[in-house]
């Protein structure tokens, strides 16, 4: 059987049993929840989200660590939990508390799936470095939303990733592996974000994550996560990065299209990609 047949057939079987509520999706560690909970909460204080934290030291260091990294170190260090939360802001604490979850989840259980693991974490956290950035600069968008759409836009490589191990000769064809993660991580990332209890613009970005066409009335989070893509891709050896930003149409709502280069948008914000980087190492 070819590797193409095989993709083919792997492709209707994910679906159907997506469809049929068989497919086992990746969920959040409970502490995360219970955190994102508290968070969500608008009465909740810093020292009672503190308390939360404070329940996984390591989540409780990342988050001091976190609070004086370059890109929000103030005149004093930060020393407690509740300290970094005020200086953090919700939005980006429960970011960084979905980073740390990711971070357990993306472990690989294969040695065929690491190399995909690394690589796909790597570049959602790459992605979400620039969507920050780019929200900030060109759109009127919160940078910390778009760094989690960035951070979560291709979680649905995962189940596809768990259940190729069973197949070893789709993860050794590279270039049909990639096939399968562009026509499968929207419909599964999409029904992994609802399961996580994810609001729709985040369900939605996981969705259209890879579909280039996309274009809404209003610039959105999708756009953002679109345009980081490519901009992460260009200079690659990906298929992705020969496209035309200007055929493109979140380029265009961004304002990226037409006569601006990718040198320019690089002076503008990569010193700022690159410290906004650090918050994921």
Same mark, same amino acid.
């Given at each position: 059987m070819s590797n193409k047949v095989l993709e083919d057939k792997f492709?209707?079987?994910?679906?159907?049993?997506?469809?049929?509520?068989?497919?086992?999706?990746?969920?959040?560690? #409970?502490?995360?929840?219970?955190?994102?909970?508290a968070v969500s909460d608008e009465d909740a204080s810093a020292k009672q989200i503190a308390e939360v934290i404070s329940e996984d030291p390591a989540i409780a260091a990342r988050m001091i660590q976190v609070a004086n990294s370059p890109l929000l170190r103030g005149s004093q260090k930060t020393e407690t939990v509740d300290q970094a939360i005020t200086?953090? *802001?919700?939005?980006?604490?429960?970011?960084?508390?979905?980073?740390?979850?990711?971070?357990?989840?993306?472990q690989a259980t294969h040695p065929l799936t690491e190399k995909y693991m690394q690589s796909i974490w790597s570049q959602s956290t790459q992605v979400a470095s620039i969507a920050s950035v780019m929200a900030s600069h060109f759109t009127k968008l919160k940078p910390d939303q778009a760094m989690l759409a960035g951070l979560v836009h291709?979680? *649905?490589?995962?189940p596809i990733l768990t259940r190729a191990e069973e197949i070893p000769a789709l993860l050794q064809d590279e270039e049909i592996f990639a096939s399968l993660?562009?026509?499968l991580s929207g419909p599964i990332g999409a029904s992994i974000m609802e399961s996580w209890n994810f609001s729709e613009e985040m369900i939605r970005v996981a969705?259209?994550?890879?579909?280039?066409?996309?274009?809404?009335?209003?610039?959105?989070?999708?756009?953002?996560?679109?345009?980081?893509?490519?901009?992460?891709? #260009?200079?690659t050896d990906d298929p992705d990065a020969q496209i035309d930003w200007n055929t493109i149409?979140?380029?265009?709502?961004l304002g990226l299209?037409?006569?601006?280069?990718?040198? #320019?948008? #690089?002076?503008?914000?990569?010193?700022?990609?690159?410290?906004?980087q650090q918050l994921f190492n």
């Open positions: 492709y209707v079987a994910l679906l159907d049993d997506l469809e049929k509520q068989k497919l086992v999706l990746p969920t959040l560690p #409970e502490i995360a929840l219970k955190i994102r909970d200086r953090m *802001g919700h939005a980006l604490v429960k970011s960084m508390v979905t980073t740390m979850a990711m971070e357990q989840i993306f291709n979680i *649905g490589a995962l993660l562009k026509r969705k259209e994550h890879n579909n280039y066409s996309y274009n809404s009335d209003q610039v959105d989070y999708v756009d953002v996560v679109i345009v980081a893509k490519l901009q992460n891709l #260009e200079g149409p979140s380029f265009c709502k299209a037409g006569e601006v280069e990718l040198v #320019e948008i #690089e002076d503008i914000v990569m010193e700022e990609i690159e410290i906004t």
